[in-house]
């Protein structure tokens, strides 16, 4: 008897699971009842595969109004390179490196990277596209010490890939994002008009304890999206 009943729960499960995979957030789950009499099972068996569903964070139950899909719990969002974050939107990420050289830290960017100023940072500045078509402009600055040998070994494809491989892909980052205005020169290599609105994104990103990179980056507003979570601690 109970073997039956629970071999009856996990066929209710896996068939809801079955309906609801892929559909939208919100979009209504079957009915107890309809459950109860496709499967001619107690009421008792179908809820415990929707509540094992629930758990999961598969369904969600709305009081007074039933049993829907879930939303997407909230969780950190994960510290992405631009290779990686434009993989996710869907889009085919493409560098073109427009400078790579050692140069001394100025105050700004010393200060970020917590070293002194006239101290060796690596310079690396990029075109990048999103299938074929300009999307940001991106000067990165590293700490040389931390990277030797970097610009003799080839410029990689993913930067935080190659921080990575070093024991050193970043664990957190601090970032700003300002609207503003493309200058001349960013007009130009983002192929929009001087005046055109964009996005400056300036990150700090930290591996352990060490700052490992400080970027700043110029996204063409008309093209590029910042997606946000945000929620309430309980």
């Given at each position: 008897?109970?073997?039956?009943?629970?071999?009856?729960?996990?066929?209710?499960?896996?068939?809801?699971?079955?309906?609801v995979?892929g559909?939208?957030?919100?979009?209504?789950?079957?009915?107890?009842?309809?459950?109860?009499?496709?499967?001619?099972?107690?009421?008792?068996?179908?809820?415990?595969?929707?509540?094992a569903?629930?758990?999961?964070?598969?369904?969600?139950?709305?009081?007074g109004?039933?049993?829907?899909?879930?939303?997407?719990?909230?969780?950190?969002?994960?510290?992405?390179?631009?290779?990686?974050?434009?993989?996710?939107?869907?889009?085919?990420?493409e560098?073109?490196?427009?400078?790579?050289?050692?140069?001394?830290?100025?105050?700004?960017?010393?200060?970020?990277?917590?070293?002194?100023?006239?101290?060796?940072?690596?310079?690396?500045?990029?075109?990048?596209?999103?299938?074929?078509?300009?999307?940001?402009?991106?000067?990165?600055?590293?700490?040389?010490?931390?990277?030797?040998?970097?610009?003799?070994?080839?410029?990689?494809?993913?930067?935080?890939?190659?921080?990575?491989?070093?024991?050193?892909?970043?664990?957190?980052?601090?970032?700003?994002?300002?609207?503003?205005?493309?200058?001349?020169e960013?007009?130009?290599?983002?192929?929009?008009?001087?005046?055109?609105?964009?996005?400056?994104h300036?990150?700090?990103?930290?591996?352990?304890?060490?700052?490992?990179?400080?970027?700043?980056?110029?996204?063409?507003?008309?093209r590029?999206?910042?997606?946000?979570?945000?929620?309430?601690?309980?």
């Amino acid at each position: 008897m109970t073997d039956g009943r629970a071999l009856k729960h996990v066929q209710v499960r896996e068939y809801v699971r079955s309906l609801v995979t892929g559909c939208a957030p919100g979009s209504p789950a079957p009915s107890e009842r309809e459950l109860v009499h496709r499967f001619g099972v107690a009421r008792m068996t179908v809820r415990q595969a929707m509540d094992a569903l629930v758990v999961e964070g598969l369904l969600e139950r709305i009081p007074g109004r039933g049993t829907f899909v879930a939303r997407p719990r909230r969780t950190a969002s994960k510290i992405t390179g631009y290779t990686e974050e434009m993989n996710r939107r869907g889009l085919l990420a493409e560098s073109q490196t427009l400078l790579a050289r050692r140069e001394q830290a100025g105050p700004g960017v010393a200060r970020a990277l917590s070293l002194s100023e006239g101290d060796a940072v690596i310079h690396w500045r990029r075109l990048r596209r999103a299938d074929a078509k300009p999307m940001c402009l991106e000067d990165a600055y590293l700490n040389e010490v931390l990277l030797p040998g970097f610009l003799q070994s080839g410029m990689p494809t993913s930067l935080y890939d190659a921080l990575e491989s070093r024991g050193l892909r970043p664990t957190w980052a601090e970032d700003s994002i300002t609207a503003d205005k493309a200058t001349t020169e960013e007009a130009a290599l983002l192929e929009v008009e001087a005046g055109a609105s964009v996005l400056r994104h300036s990150r700090r990103a930290i591996a352990g304890e060490k700052v490992v990179e400080v970027s700043r980056t110029v996204y063409r507003a008309d093209r590029f999206t910042l997606w946000v979570q945000l929620g309430q601690e309980s």
